[in-house]
């Protein structure tokens, strides 16, 4: 079957990657791409919010299957659209509906879910310019830290934790009056602070059964030793050692199991992933957020432990015959480590040629993942903040990590940063 994967960072080339290896794929077609899914398929200059250009694009090359890697086109509804319109039918959407896709896109609407399904999380209010005085009030009562959400989507930028009163009045303002993430953030969520180690798990789902296909950890800051700010990640191990039998029994009975539950319940259609983002304290597991697809660098250390095809495993959740799905997971720790652009997660520059002495590379059990690239005249350049994941396999993650440090030794580009201490606990 012809297959075409929306997105164009490291979560989509390591789809294109997986994808590729399936017998069932024919022609692999990635909108828009990057400089890495073209080793794996075709790029097509689309972007990911031009449903008419994919509607056109599908109709033109047979395309059987849609899996959609980032959240925004999920949230604008690009599942409800091909399943509205006559002509596009009979083609799969691996992805949520809009109504779905509000467990990410909305951090009240999935608050509220989480509520009515008994699913733990912690203690929240919601705050809008209209009851502004009253959120100015609860912050100045409300235990330290504090942690303020943009209810939409925000880039991944929407959550400051704040650790004074002042700080946190600050961040409300700036959200909400100043509109510093736009509508995004014309809704605040004032959630109480976890404390404790996070975690995420990855499910397939149709609605109504599902399958857990990994867990891992990613680590968010751009500093060794987790200082400095947020990003879109910096690397990511997997499995998580202290994610045990007892602590996943815990995550699937409490959290897994009830949300699912939930969208059958309310009859929200969703075929697609889930990624529970939750913390882990005192081995008791809390969510602290959902997403309706997979995690980027997370992608890149679950789908190379995965043993299943991924095509099959995803049309398995269209036909619903995943309770007959048996996941099977290479017994090797994984580990990823971004490679980034100089200045990131602040101002960057793009265009830096990018070099990889392929001769240097380990000559198996490493694979590098293209996230911020472009092929250019003069080669491959650097088109984003994160710009490649390497992701080795190792008996520890400890070897793992150390084999992808190894592997940027061979890779540079000017401005060239990455934390060399990714998985450090596990020493």
């Known amino acids: 079957m012809n297959i075409l994967i929306i997105g164009s960072g490291g979560r989509e080339h390591a789809f294109a990657w997986k994808v590729r290896q399936s017998p069932l794929c024919g022609e692999l077609f990635i909108a828009p791409g990057n400089a890495g899914t073209s080793l794996a398929g075709t790029n097509v200059a689309i972007g990911v919010n031009d449903f008419a250009a994919q509607k056109q694009f599908c109709l033109d090359h047979n395309i059987e299957l849609v899996l959609v890697g980032p959240e925004e086109p999920l949230v604008k509804g690009i599942s409800d659209f091909f399943k509205k319109d006559a002509d596009l039918q009979h083609i799969k959407v691996f992805g949520p509906s809009a109504e779905g896709a509000q467990l990410e896109g909305s951090k009240a609407f999935s608050k509220k879910f989480m509520q009515r399904h008994n699913v733990p999380t912690a203690a929240y209010a919601e705050f809008t310019a209209e009851n502004l005085e009253a959120g100015k009030q609860y912050l100045q009562q409300h235990s330290l830290p504090i942690v303020l959400k943009a209810d939409g989507l925000a880039a991944g930028k929407g959550v400051v934790i704040c650790t004074s009163h002042e700080e946190a009045l600050q961040v409300f303002e700036e959200m909400i009056v100043n509109k510093q993430f736009g509508e995004a953030s014309s809704r605040v969520v004032v959630e109480a602070f976890l404390t404790g180690i996070e975690v995420s798990v990855f499910v397939v789902t149709d609605g109504v059964d599902y399958k857990i296909i990994g867990h891992a950890k990613d680590y968010k800051r751009i500093g060794e030793g987790d200082t400095g700010p947020n990003t879109g990640g910096m690397g990511c ?12 029994e815990k995550v699937e009975s409490r959290i897994i199991a009830p949300t699912v539950k939930g969208l059958q319940q309310e009859k929200i259609d969703y075929t697609g992933f889930i990624f ?59 580990s990823t480590v971004v490679a980034v652009s100089g200045g990131y997660p602040g101002d960057y520059a793009k265009g830096k040629k990018i070099t990889i002495d392929t001769a240097q590379l380990p000559e198996e059990g490493t694979i590098v993942f293209h996230a911020g690239t472009q092929e250019t005249e003069d080669g491959v350049v650097t088109s984003g903040g994160r710009v490649l994941a390497v992701t080795s396999y190792g ?5 793992a990590a150390a084999q992808s440090r190894k592997a940027l030794e061979s890779i540079a580009f000017e401005g060239m940063n990455y934390r060399r201490d990714i998985g450090y606990e596990f020493e």
Do not use: W
């Open 237 to 248: 191990v997997s499995p998580v050692p202290f994610m045990d039998a007892a602590f996943m």
């Open 276 to 334: 529970f983002g939750l913390m882990n304290t005192d081995g008791e597991p809390f969510v602290i957020e959902y997403n309706s697809r997979m995690g980027d660098p997370e992608t890149e250390v679950v789908l190379p432990r995965l043993q299943n095809d991924l095509v099959e495993l995803l049309l398995a959740a269209f036909s619903h015959t995943l309770p007959q799905v048996q996941i099977a997971a290479d017994s090797r720790s994984c």
């Open 395 to 399: 008996d520890t993650i400890v070897k």
